[in-house]
DNA sequence: CATGAATGAGCCTTCATTCAT
DNA sequence: TATGAATGAAGGCTCATTCAT
């Protein structure tokens, strides 16, 4: 028993080894840069062994996926608790995410990675399924705010929008913006100079715009995502690393 | 000079000959599968003749961006054009997003490759100055719709935000869905069954939020679109058409 | 005592078990496919088990066609066993040939696989000689047969043969016609429609030519083996079972 | 065109001596001892090359093939030619068979490999296509002369047979022969002391029990075929040489 | 300018064998 | 004795780039 535990103990930690071993490459070189033969040589084992762990890099990257998005859920979990107005909760979310590309900018990027057609082409299906349930199980986070806004008036009701695709719209613009910003090189030459605080604003007008009490108007809602920020980065960031 | 004005022609029609032949492999099987072997064995001309007109693969998918990033600026012109309501021009401008997204995919897919880091890392600074120059032009197009409505009263003033930083919310929630869209294998497991009506309902939303007249519930504001998807989409078709 | 007996037993019954999953591997997947990783994973043993048996893949190729060559040696004997003429008898080996290569396909593959130069390179001198002598055991079966015929006078005196260069003879044509049906794609292409029928015609011929009695004519002869064939089939059937 | 003729035969010659190195290494230590590697560090020229000459060392074996095969069709063309009666001609084929093993035992050899299933998987159709057509026409000529015979009476009508399955039981005989020399590794301790003159007489045996005219006693056939061997050695000595 | 053979580093993967437990 | 992770050499193959013609 005992032995077996030992045994079974030393190869999870190798296996995290390797995940932190090509982390650092696949954020800083990009997939074609993450290679067995590096991870092998930044490490004291053979490129056999690397492959008694992952039966191809594409697993790698997709566990290091698994990974940052178990993190994602965590924030949101903690951004989506307690007794607060439901809105308040969500705008918490949203303030997660600003915290999660910002501040675990290597796990953001490794779930842009995960989106690489190829990756999903050579691996397993096992790990694709625990993505789409990590991808599944942060949408319900925000959906069941939706639902119990729904639920107790604050938010009218939806005549052509399940709950889900009311969250898609947020998902999209926050989605969306952080890959522009991460991948257009200047936004400030386009005209765009603050763009956390436009995605902020756009977000408020939005939730007004679908009339989901309190409405606020832009300056109060600036002002109480400040104060949240201020709150709640630091449990975000504890969170971070208690996750490893 | 007629010599060389023949040679010209000659050599531009041969650039234009590799591009038409790179892009369907790279539509089809990636960036990795697009090789200046496979490339040339698909022409008349030898390897070294390539590498003559680019001096990388990267070039080549830079170039087919820019091809794409302008038919995307003609369809954001003729929707922009005409002398209705500025909010109108710009739904039709939102109906070239979908008809770009979905009618001409394959642009649509080169856009996502140039985002890529790899290409921007190898290619050469000229074209990456070109495409910045395409985005900023797309960008102008819709920020000339803020700025006419701001003026004219239709958007109320907005306090901290930049016209270009109005349309970036925009940008942000077409973009980010159209890559969920892309690259989430199963939208519907997660809830969202009509992803592209979702995001027309978000956009309503969003304009009413920002108080941009005529302020339009989402059954109008959905039949109207209707209406101009079938206006103009005849009109973009013809635009893909002469766009070679 | 009984101690070890057992355990004995239960290492002989592994040998069996490992025998029996690499088979069907080589059969149908060749000899670069039978690793160690693939027998040991279709068996509830390790890896290391596996060496415990056989020092190297090779073995146990040998090993199978150990087996297969004792199979054949049976039926050898019983297709030589019975008062009947030794011609006859001879015609009934040949028979059993037919059914060893169509019916035991897999010991009959096994058999060539054991021809391979890496395979005598790499295995142990103890297996290779356990090999010869089922080889000479067979020839010496058939060869009796030559002699008996030698000495009743159906055969006339070889004067420049040993009853067994006799046999190598019938052993050189019933084997490349076998190898040669197994290895060329399209017999038919060369105007070869019917092989077997065809070696049984060249048998009848040869030993029409050595004298043999009784000669026979083809129509005859074909018309013999098929009988044969109808009442000794059961009989090989039988023999095959058996022998596990 | 000097120009490119010049290139095309640099092409030939590095074709051939990709060959020329490839060979020595299957004869002696088999197809799995030949790897591009190696072809190339025998080779002033980088693995790449090679690959730009052959696409897998398989079509490198096949080429071996053919060129064996080749030889052999030339061999059997001089076996077969002159005025004299059929079976003699016949019989200078098996001289020429007889020939090939012993003193193109290298071609012999490849011809073997060529029979190895893994190179027909891996190998291109076109290559397979002229291995056939070798082999069609090695049986061509041989089956010539049996037609010859039949119409001119010398081998009387064959009941049950083609003359090409006529032809296949003297290649059976022939090529089993040769298989079980090259790999029973002692015949000798089986009681076959000469296996070359034991075939000749079976094939003597063979073709008297058809009846074909000359019949010839084992006495007069050995001579003859001794005569033949002495007479037809040294020309196809020549057409070895000449065959590169 | 066009050519395209040559390069050779590098990639992903396999697997027979060892050996500490 | 059984285990099975680790090994690491080796294999097949690719491809961006160069350069002599």
């Not at 090509?22 to 492959?51: C, F, N, W």
């Not at 008036?153 to 890959?179: C, K, N, R, Y």
């Amino acid at each position: 028993m005992v032995e077996i535990t030992r045994k079974q103990r030393e190869i999870q930690q190798r296996t995290q080894e390797i995940l932190r071993v090509a982390k650092p490459i696949l954020i800083a070189e990009g997939l074609q840069a993450l290679t067995m033969d590096r991870v092998a040589s930044h490490m004291q084992y053979a490129k056999g062994t690397i492959y008694n762990h992952f039966p191809n890099k594409e697993e790698i990257v997709l566990e290091l996926a698994i990974e940052a998005m178990k993190l994602r859920h965590k924030l949101f979990d903690a951004g989506a608790s307690g007794d607060r107005p439901a809105r308040m909760r969500l705008m918490t979310i949203g303030v997660a995410c600003e915290f999660y590309t910002q501040r675990c900018s290597e796990e953001f990027q490794v779930e842009q990675w995960m989106r690489n057609a190829n990756i999903w082409d050579k691996s397993s299906s096992e790990r694709q399924v625990i993505i789409r349930q990590c991808e599944a199980g942060c949408m319900q986070v925000v959906a069941r705010l939706v639902r119990e806004s729904l639920e107790q008036g604050d938010l009218p009701a939806l005549d052509h929008l399940s709950p889900e695709e009311m969250v898609f719209g947020l998902w999209a613009i926050t989605f969306g913006s952080q890959i522009l910003t991460a991948s257009s090189p200047s936004l400030e030459a386009l005209g765009v100079f603050d763009p956390i605080r436009a995605i902020r604003i756009h977000c408020c007008r939005l939730l007004n715009g679908f009339g989901w009490q309190p409405i606020l108007d832009e300056h109060q809602y600036l002002k109480l995502v400040e104060n949240i920020a201020a709150e709640y980065f630091p449990r975000f960031e504890q969170i971070q690393r208690e996750h490893r």
